[in-house]
C-alpha cells in the first residue's frame, strides 16, 4: 500500500516536471461532464494561440524583447508569485475580455498570456484572436504556466511576507527544490 501511494506521487511529480514540454494536454482530472468540456474548450482555443517554452521566455527577457506578459491567475494566485519582467499585467481570466473592450489591450502589442498551467491562459489568449481579431502572430501562451516556469528552474517575485501581508519590496523565489503545483488549472 506504501509503494503504491509513493509510486503515484512519484509518476504526478515527474508529469509536472515535464508539462512545459508538451502541447497542452488532458491535464485536468475530476469527474463529471464541467472538466470534459473545460479541457474540450481548451483545446478548441489552441488554434488560435502560439505557444513559447519558459527557456524561450527567458531568452526574450534576456534580450529585452518588447512584449507585455497578462497573468489571467486569480488575485490570491498572483499573490504568491509574477515572473519579474517590467510590462507586467494583471487581468483574472473573466476580466480579460472586458480590458480588451475598454482598449487596454492593444492589436499591435506582443502577449505572453500565462496562468498556472496553461489552461486559462489559452483561453484568454485564444478569445483575443478569434472575438477581437488580434493578429495571431502576436499572441503567446507559456507552456506549463507558471509551473512550467518554476520547474524549469526560473524563479519569480512576490510582495508576500513570511507573516501573508505585503512588504515593500520584492522578493526573489529561486528554483523550488520539487515540483510546483500552484493550481488545479
Known amino acids: 500500500m506504501k509503494f503504491g501511494k509513493i509510486l503515484g506521487i512519484s ?7 515535464f508539462a512545459h514540454t508538451f502541447k497542452l494536454a488532458n491535464t485536468i ?13 481548451c483545446h478548441y482555443y489552441e488554434q488560435f494561440v502560439n ?10 527577457i534576456d534580450a529585452d524583447k518588447d512584449f507585455t506578459i497578462v497573468d489571467v ?14 510590462d507586467y499585467d494583471e487581468y483574472p481570466r473573466g476580466d480579460v475580455a472586458i480590458y480588451t473592450a475598454m482598449g487596454a489591450l492593444k492589436k ?3 502577449y505572453v498570456f500565462l496562468c498556472a498551467t496553461g489552461h486559462r491562459a489559452v ?5 483575443l484572436v478569434k472575438w477581437f481579431h488580434f493578429p495571431k502572430k ?13 520547474n524549469s528552474g526560473y524563479s519569480v517575485v512576490n510582495k ?8 515593500k519590496g520584492l522578493k526573489t523565489v529561486k528554483k523550488p527544490k520539487e515540483p510546483i503545483i500552484l493550481d488545479q488549472f
Open 11 to 17: 509518476l504526478i511529480a515527474t508529469s509536472f516536471i
Open 29 to 41: 482530472k475530476g469527474a463529471g461532464p464541467m472538466v470534459k468540456e473545460f479541457n474540450a474548450e
Open 51 to 60: 505557444y513559447i517554452t519558459p527557456d524561450e521566455l527567458k531568452k526574450w
Open 73 to 86: 491567475r486569480s488575485v490570491d494566485e498572483m499573490k504568491g508569485g509574477e515572473i519579474d519582467w517590467p
Open 108 to 110: 499591435k502589442n506582443v
Open 123 to 127: 483561453l484568454a489568449g485564444g478569445e
Open 138 to 150: 502576436n499572441i503567446y501562451v507559456l507552456r506549463g504556466g507558471v509551473n512550467g516556469w518554476l
Open 160 to 167: 508576500v511576507t513570511n507573516f501573508g501581508g505585503f512588504d
